[in-house]
């Protein structure tokens, strides 16, 4: 156990903390997310995600955290590691209830913990913690991205976090829809062939506690506009329906490198905007230097 600022003190996990980090994680809960369970916190806390388990694998044991009250309450959690292959250290995940004293006490923890001569990264991938969160929600937690900014962390801002409610209608629908099962991500592909060829192509995922995700949309360049972008989501959309999901959310990378403009999802953000979909929230990550 060490100190922190006066009245808050820090120690590791313990099973006993786990109804008290449940409501901190949920008490950030946004619109489109799954009520954090304890079955989820497990996964996070032994380092495993659904969603970028790749990045996730390639951490040493994560450290998890709680800070805490003289009486022994819990206000706030933190999770952290590091990466062997190249020393780089990560913020994982963490909740204070936006309260600035603890959010900004948590962050200076693990940056004391991580070290000074290292690069450090905060939420850079998605933890299971949620539905694919790859990154912090900056609007519904600005106090958390201002303390990681004063902390000297540069942010980037990297997807549009959207989200409706199912069924949507009026959008065109297409039959030539051939549906697969594919296991990463769990779920559904569908494809649009055109003589053969792959004209469009989406990823879904399956429903959870009636929340779908729309992982992935792609229509061939030598394919665009003939509608395919916009019957493949409403067929998306659909199926998410059929397989019981209310509601649907989707992360759209809308950074179109000025070299790649074959990258650009401009027109994707636009079909989005117009099939009814919001923009919930902007995923921030964030680095700091030595």
Sequence with gaps: MSSLKAGLLVRRYEPRDEAAVLALVNADRIAGQLETTAAMLNEALAGRSPVDSGWWAEL??????????????????????????????FILWLHGRENPDIVSALIAHALAALGPRRTISAFEFASALSLGLEGLPSRHRPVT??????????????????????PLTGLPH???????????????????????????????????????????????????RRGLGQALLKSSFDLLHDLGAREVILFVDDDAPADHPER?????????????LVEIDRLFSFTRRP
Aim: with cysteine.
């Design 60 to 89: 040493g044991s994560p450290v998890t955290e709680v800070v805490h009250d003289t009486s022994g309450a819990v206000l706030g959690v933190v999770s952290y590691a590091v990466r062997p292959t190249d020393d780089v250290g």
């Design 174 to 224: 297409t039959v030539n829809c051939q549906v697969t099962d594919c296991e990463d991500p769990p779920g559904k592909r569908l494809e649009i062939r055109d003589s053969g060829t792959l004209a469009a192509e989406a990823t879904i995922g399956r429903p959870v506690d009636g929340i779908g995700v729309l992982w992935w949309i792609s229509v061939a360049p030598t394919a665009r």
């Design 145 to 166: 991205h201002k303390a990681l900014t004063a902390a000297g962390f540069e942010g980037r801002d990297l997807w549009r976090y959207m989200h409706a409610g199912l």
């Design 264 to 276: 650009s999802r401009a027109a994707a953000n636009r079909m989005y905007d117009r099939a009814g």
